[in-house]
């Protein structure tokens, strides 16, 4: 990827066309594929039910109903109640709205936890590869030993002995993962800081940092967070993990992995509460890899062809 320009002012406005055309021409090849838009129908599905449903009902997802404790889904029937479609929990909980509640929570802590790790990583992996040197021994040594721990048992060592509070969730799943993205744009960097429209910018006396936030940043940051999309549903398998462990959102607050610690008791004769937030974190996941995989799929075929 080379932009040639005979002064720094014009290299910098190729540039900044090429970084606007690159995200422009993945979205418009992905968004034609059939994997796109059945995850992107799936997804919206999600959503609007996520926002709307639990409001629109009225039910207060922690409210407890003991005359309605474990009534089957709808569709298994006896004693089933069109007032909860889903069936009720041991102690007469809507299960329709708490799994969309906790939906909710997975997604929020879920792109939260990717948006941490992204200004982490893509922030280190830029200066070891620009500047190179004993600066990027100093971070890569520091990304070695982070990639030696595994997230999940970082996680619950972390939470294990703090609250595990919301933001706190979010920033240990975030500080997990950033080697991945350091890596990824310590090598792109390394190989742009040598080409000719950095150079020109260098001569024309534009400081480094500069540099970095003006030509380099908008064109290697789009690529990524496409990949980044993939990560979204990891973070939310984590977090059910986390929740599922007891180290997640403390209850009464639902989340996909407290309902169904919760519900695995009850596997034998009311195993809706375990399976439905289930089905729901599935569904979500489904459409989330679908999108992802379109995106990337994209991406590595624009490259492909250009390279």
């Avoid at 150079?199 to 400081?207: F, K």
């Avoid at 973070?235 to 607050?253: A, H, R, Y």
């Avoid at 089905?279 to 489904?286: A, H, Y």
């Avoid at 679908?290 to 250009?306: D, F, K, T």
């Amino acid at each position: 990827m080379s932009v040639v320009s005979s002064t720094p002012l014009a290299a910098a406005a190729e540039l900044k066309l090429l970084a606007r055309s690159i995200p422009r021409r993945v979205f418009d090849r992905a968004s034609g594929t059939l994997g796109f838009r059945i995850g992107v129908s799936l997804f919206l599905i999600l959503a609007l039910a996520a926002i709307f449903y639990p409001e629109i009902s009225g039910i207060d997802p922690t409210k407890m109903d003991i005359r309605a404790r474990l009534l089957p889904p709808v569709f298994l029937g006896p004693n089933w109640s069109w007032a909860h479609p889903l069936g009720t929990d041991q102690i007469g909980r809507d299960m329709l709205v708490r799994s969309l509640v906790g939906l909710r929570y997975s997604f929020l802590i879920g792109v939260a936890s990717v948006a941490v790790t992204l200004a982490i990583g893509c922030a280190l992996g830029t200066v070891a590869g620009y500047y190179g040197g004993r600066t990027d021994t100093v971070i890569m040594r520091i990304t070695d030993a982070q990639l030696s721990i595994p997230m999940i048992i970082l996680a619950i060592s972390v939470l294990g002995v703090s609250r595990p509070t919301i933001p706190a969730i979010i920033l240990v799943l975030g500080l997990s993962n950033w080697p991945v993205y350091a890596r990824i744009m310590r090598s792109v960097v390394m190989t742009e800081r040598r080409s000719e429209y950095v150079r020109a910018a260098q001569v024309g006396g534009s400081t480094d940092l500069r540099i970095i936030l003006m030509l380099l940043v908008p064109l290697l940051l789009p690529p990524i967070l496409f990949t980044s999309v993939l990560d979204v549903a990891r973070m939310m398998i984590f977090e059910s993990i986390l929740g599922f462990l007891g180290l997640g959102v403390q209850p009464p607050t639902p989340t996909f992995g407290n309902i169904i610690a919760d519900g695995r008791k009850y596997l034998l004769n009311a195993w809706w509460i375990a399976t439905m937030p289930g089905v729901f974190l599935g569904l979500t996941l489904t459409s989330i890899n679908l999108v992802g995989a379109s995106l990337e799929r994209a991406r590595n075929s624009i490259h492909g062809g250009e390279a």
